[in-house]
């Protein structure tokens, strides 16, 4: 499958689907229209919904990690039943992470944009950058390893690198030294190639996409004596983002 | 000390002091897109969603049940009241931080409802609007089955289910619990 | 002290874990005295408490039968709250903790051993619940053992049972 069109099945899906996030301008046009058409839902005398409360009310919230744990427990038995081995249940679960993917990023726009323009959303570029779209790779993967990994798990991630190898310009990698979502895993041996955190790939490979970045993403275990779970998320962006890529060095473009 | 009031203490002490945390929006957002995945795997059938989240709490339950005892260190709850404030007070808030409203008790004391002012499950969430959703899906029935599978490992079996939810257009989101019985210990196998 | 062994029984009355460990022989204990040696249990090794060569099996059946008819019995005298704790012989201690959700804790220890009821609620608390109950990868229930013995688990055990206990 081709990942343009992926991208648009599941845009459709959270169109249809009962888990839409207010929508933000920057959003697609059809998503707007969407909005408008709800006028058929029913809605509480108290005027309960997601259009009356601020975005913002849950920003800072915070709930049990075993409620989490829990719900990702049962999201992988979930998955299992249905795969035919390891890599299926890997895609599987970054098919589940990437619809989360596309709606954590209007939440990050959503918030970049309203504080002020000083938050950045590269750490390194000091030039004061607009809180808008990434366009080139680098400001892209500066708003996941900080802002995106900050808004999921309350810490930046550990690393970030780019292929050191000429063959592969097109993979970089974003380390995290102890994923969240692994804390209570513990991978039987004759599965040991298995990494859950497939499912935080899927999230990045959402918020990829949405940026108009086409890439696939992936998770590995790199263990070292002192980081046991230590996770690699390997992002390689498709050609088409390379050659884009290209131009907009060229033009000068950050 | 009414068994609410001792409840609602225990509940905050434990939230503030044994809890560990994470970004409620990871939660929501998490069960936000398991919601969705089963209504796209059971092509917009919600019935067989609400079932299935319904087996996907009791799953949960199960498990839930025992970090609450871990976690809380309460013993046996003298009756089926008591257990209402347990459940809402003390096992709500260290999961959920909410504290749902326990009344509408029967006379027999065996069924009361839980009444949500807030559901951080169905936070950023809107029904789609087909038409039969708002009429058919329980959004957060996983809660449901959550008590059910929970209870039932402490020899309580229960029956709940959604009688209102404000995603639906009702005024409060309710939720009906009923005692169906309590579950004898299972004796060790026979010798052979 | 020594701990010989340990047992997890589900509510179903089923043995969902045990372990063993084996006892140096006198001989060769030297300067480290009585430290247990961790060697996890594998059905049909002899049994080393008493003479006996019943399997780990069979010891599981007779420790849960004990243990069950003595908590029945101690509620039948002291109530629905009551519940024994611990029994010794000539030969060794037996602890027990019980969960509300009917998971029984059984530990095997020497005559020296101090009680071992809180070693075992840690156990639950900390090892149990944190390893096996969360784990996505062990299904919520253990028919036959299936996911309590994980790694996380019996590494997190082993530990508990050789640094914290001895």
Not at chain 3, 26 to 34: C, E, L, Q, R, W
Request: aromatic residues 8%.
């Amino acid at each position: 499958m081709t990942q343009p069109a992926r991208h648009a099945a599941m845009l459709s899906i959270s169109n249809g689907g009962p888990n839409a996030v207010a929508v933000d301008k920057q959003q697609s046009q059809h998503i707007h229209t969407q909005s408008q058409s709800s006028q058929g839902l029913r809605v509480p005398s108290n005027r309960k919904t997601i259009y009356d409360r601020h975005l913002n009310r849950s920003r800072s919230a915070e709930l049990s990690r075993a409620s989490f744990a829990f719900l990702f427990a049962e999201m992988v038995t979930y998955a299992q039943r249905r795969v035919t081995g390891i890599q299926d249940l890997e895609r599987r679960l970054n098919e589940q992470g990437y619809p989360l993917g596309l709606r954590l990023l209007d939440l990050l726009y959503y918030r970049t944009m309203a504080s002020s323009t000083s938050s950045s959303l590269s750490s390194s570029s000091t030039s004061a950058a607009p809180p808008n779209r990434p366009l080139r790779i680098l400001p892209l993967l500066h708003l996941i390893h900080g802002p995106l990994w900050r808004l999921l798990f309350n810490r930046p991630a550990d690393a970030l690198e780019h292929s050191v190898s000429p063959e592969t310009p097109n993979e970089y990698m974003i380390t995290d030294n102890d994923p969240l979502v692994n804390t209570y895993i513990s991978v039987p041996k004759e599965m040991s190639m298995l990494n859950c955190a497939a499912f935080v790939a899927g999230i990045i490979e959402g918020v990829c996409d949405g940026c108009g970045f086409e890439a696939k993403v992936t998770a590995h275990n790199q263990p070292t004596e002192m980081w046991p779970g230590r996770t690699i998320f390997l992002l390689r962006f498709g050609e088409s983002v390379m050659e884009r890529e290209k131009v907009l060095e060229r033009a000068g473009v950050k | 000390m009414s068994s609410a009031t001792k409840a609602s203490r225990i509940g905050e002490e434990l939230w503030k002091t044994r809890v560990d945390k994470v970004n409620a929006e990871l939660v929501t957002l998490t069960y936000g897109t398991i919601v969705a995945q089963l209504c796209q795997d059971y092509d917009g059938n919600y019935q067989e969603v609400n079932k299935q989240l319904e087996k996907m709490g009791y799953n949960i339950g199960m498990r839930l049940i025992e970090d609450f005892l871990a976690k809380s260190n309460v013993g046996r709850c003298a009756n089926f009241r008591e257990t209402a404030d347990m459940i809402s007070k003390v096992g709500f808030r260290i999961f959920l931080n909410i504290a749902p409203t326990v009344t509408n008790w029967t006379s027999d004391n065996n069924q009361f409802s839980l009444i949500f002012d807030e559901n951080p499950l169905a936070d950023f969430v809107e029904l789609p609007d087909d038409g039969r959703a708002q009429d058919e899906l329980w959004f957060s029935n996983i809660l449901c089955g959550v008590l059910r599978g929970a209870l039932e490992m402490v020899q309580m079996q229960i029956e709940a289910h959604f009688v209102s939810d404000v995603l639906r257009g009702d005024d409060t989101t309710e939720m009906r619990v009923s005692l169906v019985r309590y579950i004898e210990d299972e004796m060790p196998p026979d010798e052979e | 002290m020594v701990v010989y062994s340990f047992y997890i029984f589900d509510r179903h009355a089923e043995c969902i874990y045990k372990r063993r460990w084996l006892p140096r022989p006198a001989s060769m204990v030297g300067s480290k005295s009585s430290r247990p040696t961790s060697e996890a249990s594998a059905p049909g090794l002899p049994a080393t408490l008493g003479q006996s060569a019943r399997t780990t099996d069979d010891d599981a059946k007779l420790i849960f039968g004990t243990v069950f008819s003595l908590r029945n019995m101690a509620r039948k005298l002291g109530g629905e709250d009551d519940n024994f704790v611990t029994y010794r012989t000539s030969q060794y201690k037996l602890h027990y903790y019980e969960t509300p959700t009917n998971i029984k804790f059984v530990m095997l220890t020497d005559l020296k051993s101090p009680s071992m009821r809180v070693a075992l609620q840690q156990i639950y608390i900390n090892l149990y619940v944190e390893y096996v109950v969360k784990n996505p990868l062990s299904p919520a229930e253990h028919p036959g053992g299936i996911g309590v013995n994980n790694e996380l688990f019996e590494e997190s055990l082993e530990q508990f049972v050789t640094r914290v206990l001895s």
